[in-house]
T-cell receptor, first 113, second 115 residues
């Protein structure tokens, strides 16, 4: 059974600081996704990581994937208040199929002024 | 704005009621999904439809009945629900079931309360 673990589950950080969210998964997969969810809202796709060593960046967020370690990271650079949200990583459950995602528990990020 | 539209946004129903959740997308996607999300928890997959056929049922109780009338529409029929079924129900779509490069596109969800 595929398990996806995120840590930390809650992150309170000051504006301007850097931090990293970690996502570990238990079985082989080469597809990992990061989503953002604002309170009461839907999920917004941030990154799709499809191969070992993949790195993608958008603004102050950068995601990477190490399939050998079964680890993805979401790095936040110089945090701003607008980044406050819940961040989920998600992994495809079965390699032959797409989009049957198993989500991590989510990391609640609060950026303080 | 999301390209996957869900109605209603909020629904309150009693345990003896029958209601339906609706989901619509016009992106030409051929795979559609229902997820359930409890408060402060991640989404959990319920059903997957691929080319209008039920592809996956994640052992969901029969009081939830999905329907895919055509490639753009996905319904979730609700009957005899329990209070613990209260949650945010998210619909999502993707170009097709086996889509390596495309993430799911989620709707804004229906917040369901069962009284």
């Amino acid at each position: 059974e595929l398990k996806v673990e995120q840590n930390p589950l809650f992150l309170s950080m000051q504006e301007g600081k850097n931090y990293t969210i970690y996502c570990n998964y238990s079985t082989t997969s080469d597809r990992l996704y990061w989503y953002r969810q604002d309170p009461g809202k839907s999920l917004e796709s941030l990154f799709v990581l499809l191969s070992n060593g993949a790195v993608k960046q958008e603004g102050r967020l950068m995601a990477s994937l190490d399939t050998k370690a079964r680890l993805s990271t979401l790095h936040i650079t110089a945090a701003v208040h607008d980044l406050s949200a819940t961040y989920f990583c998600a992994v495809d459950r079965v390699k032959e199929y797409g989009n049957k995602l198993v989500f991590g528990a989510g990391t609640i990020l609060r950026v303080k002024s | 704005d999301t390209e996957v539209t869900q109605t209603p946004k909020h629904l309150v129903m009693g345990m003896t009621n029958k209601k339906s959740l609706k989901c619509e997308q016009h992106m030409g996607h051929r795979a559609m999904y229902w997820y359930k999300q409890k408060a402060k928890k991640p989404p959990e997959l319920m059903f997957v439809y691929s080319y209008e056929k039920l592809s996956i049922n994640e052992s969901v109780p029969s009081r939830f009945s999905p329907e895919c009338p055509n490639s753009s529409l996905l319904n979730l029929h609700l009957h005899a629900l329990q209070p613990e079924d209260s949650a945010l129900y998210l619909c999502a779509s993707s170009p097709k079931e086996y889509t390596r490069n495309s993430p799911l596109h989620f709707g804004n969800g229906t917040r369901l309360t069962v009284t």
